[in-house]
């Protein structure tokens, strides 16, 4: 590990220290860090780089800065006081989502919620491969529970379609998720129902098939909210 990275794990460390002045010191320290260019980009990396056991906490705290990073000053028009780069910015679209596939459940919990931030600001125009990255991880052979990450991540996407006034820009971003994804995610459905019938026996294994056709339904009623689209009014 980098040695800037070994200074941030130790300060991260030292935030969950039992001694109120020794985590106050590094809170402090944080305030500092936090403004340093590319401090969200080695946040990143740190979550992706502290895969020893002892080292489950302090990857949670980072999971959780870095949300917290992302929702406070990805936005710039909402507050330029932490500037993230550009180069930073792509890096980070570039490989959140398969870090988010790649770590444990609560960390990926913090993953999928700072994809979705993200998106509430860069999607579509500004992350025109994050729709086609998640729907490559449309598989019911592989690990369930990344399943399930990707599409609770899409399931918050999308809930931006519910509850909002109709306009042409909100029906641009409908229609160009719907192209994309309704037949991908009917088949996934499918292979889904399918897989349910052939594991009756599994209680694991249908438990995770059940969470990932519920989170399809959410997804579809999402998607069904402003109005019948006709995809899914021929299938």
């Known amino acids: 590990m980098a040695q800037s990275l070994e200074n941030l794990r130790s300060v991260f460390l030292q935030t969950l220290d039992q001694r109120n002045e020794v985590r106050r010191e590094a809170e402090k320290q944080l305030q500092v860090l936090r403004v340093q260019p590319s401090h969200p980009l080695q946040c990143l990396q740190l979550v992706s780089q502290c895969t020893a056991p002892q080292d489950s906490p302090i990857r949670q705290a980072v999971a959780v800065h870095f949300k917290n990073l992302v929702k406070n000053f990805w936005d710039e028009e909402k507050d330029d006081s932490v500037k993230i780069s550009p180069s ?25 919620e700072s994809i979705a931030l993200i998106a509430a600001v860069d999607f579509p125009e500004q992350w025109d491969n994050l729709l086609p990255e998640l729907i490559s991880k449309f598989t019911v052979d592989g690990d369930l529970e990344n ?3 990707v599409l609770l991540t899409a399931s918050s996407i999308f809930k931006r379609f519910r509850y909002v006034q109709r306009n042409d820009a909100l029906y641009r971003d409908i229609l160009y998720v719907l192209q994309k994804l309704a037949e991908p995610m009917l088949k996934l459905f499918q292979m889904l129902t399918k897989s349910v019938e052939q594991h009756q026996g599994n209680v694991q294994l249908l438990n995770n098939k059940l969470k990932a056709l519920r989170t399809l339904c959410r997804i579809f009623f999402s998607l069904n909210w402003q109005d019948l689209p006709e995809f899914f009014e021929d299938h």
């Open 147 to 149: 399943l399930n990450g």
């Open 88 to 112: 930073d910015r792509a890096l980070i679209k570039t490989h959140l989502v398969d870090l988010m596939c790649t770590v444990p459940p609560a960390i990926q919990v913090q993953c999928s």
